[in-house]
């Protein structure tokens, strides 16, 4: 085969054109591309390194500033809570003065109205005590015949009255 046997003829050129490429290839990679590539490289992970930095000292900042808001929260709660328990004391002891006073209030209209009672009660004895002293002498005077001192006709029904 001629392109076997003339292997020993290129063998050398082949090899020199090989080292000549490769070492083109790597002077343009190595020394032109290679530095910008790990610059680039560099560069980028400085930029993560610093990003990653400040996100920390963005979420050191961010708990603080949660934790003092969940204080002051707390604290207000609090304060809230304080507030409405007073207002519920003092709602409640302002009730109860209410109720105190109508209490005083209602102490005072029943002792009227049970005097009211007791004088209409005294009142209606009295008239039913008349009334019957004044019958009684008239059916003594109609039956026997004889007048009656109306003294003695209102003493007899009173005694009568006390008898029940």
Excluded at 121 to 138: D, G, K, P
């Amino acid at each position: 085969m001629p392109q076997i046997s003339q292997l020993g003829e290129v063998y050398a050129s082949q090899l020199f054109w090989l080292a000549i490429f490769f070492g083109a290839i790597f002077v343009v990679i190595g020394v032109g591309m290679l530095p910008k590539i790990q610059s680039t490289v560099d560069a980028r992970d400085s930029k993560i390194a610093g990003d990653l930095a400040e996100a920390g000292k963005a979420r050191e900042t961010a708990d603080r500033l949660e934790e003092e808001y969940r204080a002051a929260m707390d604290k207000s709660r609090a304060d809230a809570a304080k507030l409405a328990a007073d207002a519920k004391a003092a709602a409640a002891q302002a009730t109860e003065a209410r109720v105190t006073e109508a209490d005083r209030s209602i102490e005072g209209r029943s002792q009227d109205a049970l005097a009211r009672i007791a004088e209409s009660h005294r009142s209606a004895l009295a008239e039913i005590e008349a009334v019957a002293a004044e019958a009684t002498q008239a059916m003594v005077e109609r039956v026997a015949g004889f007048a009656v001192d109306p003294a003695a006709a209102r003493a007899a029904v009173s005694q009568e009255l006390v008898h029940g």
